[in-house]
């Protein structure tokens, strides 16, 4: 099966790091494609090196690239892929117009992707407030529209989606490239600076109003003790604090995981089903969650799940953790680890996703 995806950046995110893992899969069941909105992201060269054709498009941030669009629209007429595959808002709009535009709109699935839930749309711009609510009137032209979670097919069917199908994917998480690795512990330690004895947690997300820096920040304030690790772009701008290690975005965060106890999601609101959670998971840390999203179906058993935009209730489940005997802790953390490698894999993930492509194939 040939499938092109469609995103709108190839930078280090969620939804992103899902796509290039997909890609990255090994086997003959399908041969993926790769069209990205954005120029010069991270990703890019890791795809390239995995042997997935990239054809970048060249939009702005603000206007799109009519010569990018007829690009892709001669990119799918010369390769018949059987699926295009949009990921996000502006790529499932561009993945419809260029489908349309090349003449195989009847002979090709067109799958379209929800990778958030409640987003507070008033804190962004008037354009994606305007892209949202063009998706949810023409919601009903893709063949399907896959969501990576409950949450987000609930919320986006509140905005007025109505596809023809509506399909639940969740995430699936390489549990090879994120796993426990008490070499890379003791080594980032050392680089950082972090006794072995501290209790560490660490938050991986960009900075967004949705992401709640601050309420991270916050938390770690009341906790002297232990040390806060924040990864992701820019969150090396954000006011110092003495217990927390700002190191913006990074593309070894799964070697960075291994030097941390438990992983932090602090997200107000605009959660699907988090990858930093579930990859934090895999690398044997104890999730502490907000209650977001697919989080608590996510966390099961394994960690803590707290209202969301509520410090007090952070921190206590934060300060429950970190007075637990180190062995207990490390307990948790494989419990956790367990749950994705059962429960959340990337060739499972696949699969779903296959399985939805051929059964809309064959209606």
């Known amino acids: 099966m040939k499938v092109l995806h469609v995103i709108t950046t190839l930078n280090r995110g969620g939804a992103e790091t899902m796509l290039?893992?997909?890609?990255?899969?090994?086997?003959?069941?399908?041969?993926?494609?790769?069209?990205?909105?954005?120029?010069?992201?991270?990703?890019?060269?890791e795809?390239?090196?995995?042997?997935?054709?990239?054809?970048?498009?060249?939009?702005?941030?603000?206007?799109?690239?009519?010569?990018?669009?007829?690009?892709?629209?001669a990119w799918i007429r010369r390769n018949r892929p059987d699926v295009v595959q949009g990921w996000m808002y502006h790529a499932d709009l561009t993945a419809l117009l260029a489908l349309w535009l090349s003449g195989r709109r009847n002979r090709t699935v067109l799958a379209w992707g929800?990778?958030?839930?409640?987003?507070d749309l008033a804190r962004y711009s008037a354009v994606l407030r305007g892209v949202v609510r063009l998706c949810a009137r023409l919601s009903r032209l893709p063949d399907v529209v896959i969501a990576n979670s409950e949450a987000g097919r609930r919320v986006h069917a509140?905005?007025?989606?109505?596809?023809?199908?509506?399909?639940?994917?969740?995430?699936?998480i390489d549990a090879d490239r994120f796993s426990p690795d008490p070499a890379a512990r003791a080594a980032v330690r050392a680089e950082l600076g972090i006794p072995d004895d501290s209790v560490v947690f660490i938050h991986v997300a960009r900075v967004d109003p949705m992401k709640d820096h601050a309420g991270f920040l916050d938390a770690m304030a009341r906790l002297p003790d232990a040390v806060g690790i924040m990864v992701g772009r820019d969150t090396e701008t954000l006011p110092p604090q003495d217990n927390v290690i700002a190191l913006g975005q990074r593309s070894d965060i799964a070697r960075l995981l291994n030097c941390a106890d438990a992983v932090v999601s602090s997200s107000a609101y605009g959660e699907g089903f988090s990858n930093a959670i579930a990859e934090g998971?895999?690398?044997?840390?104890?999730?502490?969650?907000?209650?977001?999203?697919d989080a608590r179906m996510l966390v099961g058993a394994?960690?803590?799940?707290?209202?969301?935009?509520?410090?007090?209730?952070?921190?206590?489940?934060?300060?429950?953790?970190?007075?637990?005997?180190?062995?207990?802790?490390?307990?948790?953390?494989?419990a956790a680890r367990d749950r994705i490698r059962t429960e959340?894999?990337?060739?499972?993930?696949?699969?779903?996703?296959?399985?939805?492509?051929?059964?809309?194939?064959t209606v």
């Open 20 to 45: 290039a893992g997909l890609c990255r899969l090994p086997g003959d069941r399908v041969k993926p494609a790769v069209a990205v909105l954005l120029p010069k992201g991270l990703l890019v060269e």
């Open 344 to 361: 959340f894999t990337l060739d499972g993930a696949a699969r779903r996703m296959e399985a939805t492509y051929h059964a809309i194939r």
């Open 281 to 293: 998971m895999a690398s044997g840390l104890t999730p502490i969650a907000t209650d977001v999203g």
């Open 158 to 172: 509140a905005l007025g989606y109505r596809p023809r199908h509506f399909a639940v994917v969740h995430n699936g």
């Open 302 to 334: 394994t960690g803590y799940v707290v209202p969301p935009s509520n410090v007090e209730d952070i921190v206590q489940a934060m300060r429950a953790f970190a007075a637990l005997p180190a062995s207990q802790r490390e307990a948790m953390g494989s």
């Open 114 to 119: 929800i990778r958030c839930s409640d987003m």
């Open 47 to 73: 795809l390239h090196a995995a042997g997935v054709e990239v054809l970048e498009l060249g939009f702005g941030r603000r206007l799109p690239n009519p010569f990018g669009l007829l690009k892709l629209v």
